[in-house]
């Protein structure tokens, strides 16, 4: 007998279209503006970074897609009660990188790449847990782009560098995630 399902056709159809649109506009209607500004500095500090604006975009795109694919699945109740424990892990980890990034920020020569890198090398293996009977292998290679740009030691070394070019963008990201932490979002 044919298996088909109205209800999966269109979950897949909103996950695609949803990915061809990962643009500044189409993220307004889908991130609160507070994540969208953290989105625009991880940007800026991923161009400065790496001098390639196509590479930022890139990046930022990738995990934009990825949140909003994650977002369909959700809202379509996709994951099995031990995926959304995975899903509960995840958010505890994402969480405490918050906290951290925050700490690292606000007292002056704590930051330690190792720990920042592990916490966000945990967090890209419990998503990739999640997302691994959902999401192609294109997107898994999403996660893995995103995870392994931010979670350069080099990269987090500059970001918390107090003397560094991205002092203002780490400054901007710490105020948002504050933001996203009092709310409860994060």
Do not use: W
């Not at 990962?22 to 800026?44: P, Q």
């Not at 330690?112 to 967090?123: A, H, Q, R």
Request: glycine content about 4%; aromatic content about 8%; proline content about 3%.
């Amino acid at each position: 007998m044919e298996s088909f399902s109205s209800k999966d056709m269109a979950m897949q159809a909103q996950k695609k279209i949803l990915s061809h649109m990962a643009n500044k506009s189409v993220v307004h209607m889908f991130i609160d503006d507070t994540s969208s500004e953290i989105l625009d500095e991880l940007y800026r500090v991923s161009k400065e970074y790496s001098g390639n604006r196509s590479e930022a975009q890139k990046v930022v795109k990738d995990l934009i897609k990825i949140a909003v694919k994650i977002g369909v699945l959700f809202r379509h109740n996709r994951f099995s009660p031990e995926e959304l424990s995975l899903a509960q892990d995840f958010k505890k980890k994402l969480h405490q990188g918050a906290m951290t990034t925050i700490s690292f920020y606000e007292v002056e020569f704590t930051f330690d790449k190792t720990v920042m890198s592990e916490i966000l090398t945990g967090c890209r293996d419990l998503l990739l847990k999640l997302v691994d009977s959902h999401l192609t292998p294109k997107s898994h290679g999403r996660i893995n782009h995103v995870f392994n740009h931010y979670s350069d030691p080099e990269l987090l070394t500059q970001l918390y560098n107090p003397d560094g070019p991205f002092k203002p963008n780490l400054t901007k990201i710490c105020t948002g995630l504050n933001r996203l932490l009092e709310e409860g979002t994060l």
